[in-house]
């Protein structure tokens, strides 16, 4: 069984920076490429960041210069460090990470966290 837990989803007021983490764990062989995507209300899954295993990284339109995806690779995990934070980045934030473990490649989604900026 693999996992993926975020963290550090919080209430924040515009401006401010926020961090998320997501761990993987359980049986995993290798992970390829992880990246954390948001769903606000009434709106479709989108895509934010996204970093390979080698550190590729690419990133929504909404989300570049403000964002900044990183990984560990020693510790399977991957971060989003968010700054400038508006209101229009509410939503529930979730990882995905599409690795081999027992079976063939998978991308497996967190439970998400979420992201609430609001004065």
């Known amino acids: 069984q693999v996992q993926l837990v975020e963290s550090g989803g919080s209430l924040v007021q515009p401006g401010e920076s926020l961090r998320l983490s997501c761990a993987a764990s359980?049986?995993?062989?290798?992970?390829?490429?992880m990246g954390w995507y948001r769903q606000a209300p009434g709106k479709e899954r989108e895509l934010v960041a996204r970093?390979?295993?080698?550190?590729?990284?690419n990133y929504s339109d909404s989300a570049k210069g403000r964002f900044f995806i990183s990984r560990d690779n020693a510790k399977n995990t991957v971060y989003l460090q968010m700054s400038s934070l508006k209101p229009e980045d509410t939503a529930v934030y979730y990882c995905?990470?599409?690795?081999?473990?027992?079976?063939?490649?998978?991308?497996?989604w967190g439970q998400g966290t979420q992201v609430t900026v609001s004065a």
């Open positions: 995905n990470a599409n690795l081999i473990g027992n079976g063939p490649t998978y991308n497996y």
């Open positions: 970093i390979t295993s080698g550190g590729k990284t």
């Open positions: 359980g049986s995993i062989f290798v992970i390829n490429h």
